[in-house]
């Protein structure tokens, strides 16, 4: 591996570890906020969660070669609209799914043992679908962003 290659998979680690965060931090709260019982100590034991969910995604898939490896079978050309929203569509696809079933389980489980009448598929798929919608648009916004940031030219010709 050359140094180049180096500092972009240091680079890709960064950008999934914001990533991670950001998405957990709004999908946690966007998800107690449409179950209407939002509690600071519920949310924030989501948040924690659904980080260490996220981080452990991000680790083991790497979305980048995913994401260029789709866009080039598919011949969408880098930096178009079109190819970012696939791309924000397929990370959204490898990370909201797993994040917002875990949730859901936990929220059940809590909620079936405080004696709830509640069905565990109709409360994933309501989550899932706002959650889906809620984490393209974040990690179309969030990940050119975090980007821009990590991976910035220096003086030297490097990049961080």
């Not at 500092?7 to 999908?27: P, V, W």
Request: charged residues 15%; proline residues 4%.
């Amino acid at each position: 591996m050359n140094e180049k290659e180096i500092i972009m998979k240091k680079a890709g680690r960064k950008i999934s570890l914001c990533m991670g965060i950001t998405l957990s931090f709004f999908l946690s709260l966007i998800g107690l906020a449409s179950s209407g019982k939002f509690t600071l100590s519920g949310w924030l034991i989501s948040f924690v969660i659904s980080t260490v969910i996220s981080l452990v995604i991000g680790f083991i898939v790497p979305v980048k070669k995913v994401n260029d490896a789709a866009c080039t079978k598919l011949g969408l050309i880098p930096g178009r609209l079109s190819t970012r929203c696939f791309e924000s569509l397929l990370s959204d696809l490898i990370f909201t799914p797993i994040i917002t079933f875990c949730m859901v389980y936990l929220a059940f489980s809590k909620a079936v043992s405080m004696g709830a009448p509640v069905r565990f598929l109709p409360m994933f798929l309501h989550s899932l679908a706002i959650c889906m919608i809620a984490g393209f648009i974040l990690i179309f916004i969030f990940t050119p962003l975090f980007a821009k940031l990590i991976i910035r030219p220096q003086k030297n010709g490097k990049a961080v």
